[in-house]
T-cell receptor, first 110, second 116 residues
């Protein structure tokens, strides 16, 4: 069982809709990353957060350490937001490794 | 700055051939790593390095070698290619080797490798 679980696996939305992607993890972490990967493309780091909430443009990431849960929200979604969104947990300390979720494929239709 | 540069972008090999995937970063990052990405699976760590001269195995190291002679370069070698190594390979770097809060990872564009 993967220590980082994302839901949903696939998500289809209409342009303008509010999007939520969830990430749950079973290990203690020091930071959680949200990444974006466009089809056939490279991977871009969107957020790294260890508590609370971060916002960048129409993207908002939140984390609840006690509940071991993070969400990525996209407001006023646009077709260019169509991509795979990946969360990854960093356990910190002397462990340099990230544990990745399998990703959520988001398709935003015009 | 170019960031993380991976070459080649695409490669087709025959079973048993060897090759080296190149990764270079110009951000003076200490930490570099190689991942493979397969359908239906999350990214999996192959090898990583916390600085020049220091490397360690990740989750799926078998069939791969790495070295880190300089801060900038972290090549991944396939010793004898097998069809199971068909995958997309990503190199990543970050300013610090882990640490308490971690650091954002910078990824290359990936190398799409097919083994026939």
């Amino acid at each position: 069982k993967n220590e980082v679980e994302q839901s949903p696996q696939n998500l289809t939305a209409q342009e303008g809709e509010f999007i939520t992607i969830n990430c749950s993890y079973s290990v203690g972490i020091s930071a959680l990353h949200w990444l974006q990967q466009h089809p056939g493309g490279g991977i871009v780091s969107l957020f790294m957060l260890s508590s609370g909430k971060k916002k960048h443009g129409r993207l908002i990431a939140t984390i609840n350490i006690q509940e071991k849960h993070s969400s990525l929200h996209i407001t006023a979604s646009h077709p260019r937001d169509s991509a795979v969104y990946i969360c990854a947990a960093h356990s910190g300390g002397s462990n340099y490794k990230l544990t990745f979720g399998k990703g959520t494929l988001l398709t935003v239709n015009p | 700055n170019a960031g993380v540069t991976q070459t080649p972008k695409f490669q087709v090999l025959k079973t048993g051939q060897s090759m080296t995937l190149q990764c270079a970063q110009d951000m003076n990052h200490e930490y570099m790593s190689w991942y493979r990405q397969d359908p239906g699976m999350g990214l999996r760590l192959i090898h990583y390095s916390v600085g020049a001269g220091i490397t360690d195995q990740g989750e799926v190291p078998n069939g791969y070698n790495v070295s880190r002679s300089t801060t900038e370069d972290f090549p991944l070698r396939l010793l004898s290619a097998a069809p199971s190594q068909t995958s997309v390979y990503f190199c990543a770097s970050s300013p610090q080797a882990g640490g308490y809060t971690g650091q954002p990872q910078h990824f290359g564009d990936g190398t799409r490798l097919s083994i026939l």
